[in-house]
């Protein structure tokens, strides 16, 4: 074998070089250009200074450093960072100084291992300002608030979530105030603990229990309990943004989720696809939408949602003002979580599928499957 074809035999059987990628993110007066970057471990970002003063790299949500990642970026020039092999797939980061001015950004770290997938499994609501949102942007976000100054009253929650597939990072706000308690239940291990605000690794296989009440002898608000997680399999190709407000209440089994509004209270649902949808509904009284039909005799339905946004009222108009009642059942997902691909029907055995089925199905958890 002559010297050219040994050489050429080695280079063909050595393994494949993998080389490093530099990222350039550029600090603007308010921005990051760009604000998101997609990386793999061992690539580097080189943040460049270009105006404005001064400027670093605070890693964290809504302006609050989590403690992962904190880089200076030096007037007229640059610094740089090597993405770890242990990097989260999510890093949120900000500019210190200029964070309220909207000085954000992403880091979407890419690896070859398996995504986890958290299955949001229960949740149980009473007496909180909530909110969910899932604008298709790759994250979802829930929230349960209590105000007693707005309420008068004590308010509680429960968010029952199982991990699947692969470990999966979710960022965390927790805040009390007065008599008030925020804890996570871990199922494996059978222990209780307080929640703290920052990252939170959630194991594969795992069941977890977030949860938080208040009491009557707190004053001003009491807790802040958030959850930010990357976004799962598309529901149905439908973004969702949902808030409620004054006496409300909110309870899912799996894919079925009951929403109700009583005295004073006010929930609404934005509602927006890609492409014509079909949703599994059933409305009891108070529930409105100027460009759905929704039957608010209790039973279900499946309700045709044309592309574009929808806005769904459940009780009145504001916290403000006597609302009457108003409750919504509706599947957000496949079916696949909550038994069956079709809403529960004659639970009772009164012949008439009605707000009565609904009531009972929702006082009983737990799976329909074998």
Partial sequence: MNKLNTILLTLLCAPAISFAETHIVEAHNMTFEPDVVTVQPGDVIRWEYVTGYPHDVTSGMKC?????????????????????????????YFC?????NGMTGMI?????????????????????????????DGMETMSFTH???????????????????????????????????LNVFDASAGTTSPLLS??????????????????????????????????????????????????NSVSANGDNVMFRASENGV?????????????????????????LTIPTDGEEGEIEIPAGTHVIVIGGGDIFNTADMGMLLMQMGDGDDGGGG???????????????????VIGVWGSTCP
Avoid at 199 to 210: E, I, N, P, R
């Fill in 64 to 92: 609050s450093h989590d403690g992962y990642l904190f880089l200076d970026i030096p007037t007229g020039g640059s610094v740089e960072w090597t993405v770890p092999e242990d990097a989260p797939s999510e890093i949120p």
């Fill in 198 to 247: 920052g990252y939170m690794t959630l194991f594969a296989g795992q069941k977890y229990a977030f949860t938080g009440s208040s009491t009557m002898d707190s004053i001003g608000p009491t807790f802040n309990f958030g959850i930010v997680w990357p976004e799962g399999d598309d529901e149905g190709g439908i973004d969702m943004v949902i808030n409620g407000s004054g006496g």
């Fill in 267 to 291: 929930i609404t649902m934005e509602l927006t696809a890609e492409q014509d949808e079909v949703m599994q509904m059933a409305g009891v009284a108070n529930v409105s939408c100027g460009t």
């Fill in 342 to 360: 079709s809403m529960p029907e004659d639970v009772n055995g009164d012949c008439v599928v009605d707000v009565s089925d609904l009531l009972q």
């Fill in 147 to 181: 105000n007693l100054e707005e309420l008068n009253s004590g308010g509680n929650f429960l968010l029952g979530v199982e991990v699947e597939d692969a470990d999966v990072e979710v960022w965390i706000t927790a805040e009390t105030m007065g008599v008030a308690v």
């Fill in 96 to 100: 210190e100084l200029h964070c309220g």
């Fill in 108 to 136: 979407n770290v890419e690896g070859d291992s398996e995504e986890g997938r958290m299955v949001i499994g229960i949740v149980d609501s009473s007496n909180c300002a909530f909110s969910y949102s899932d604008y298709g």
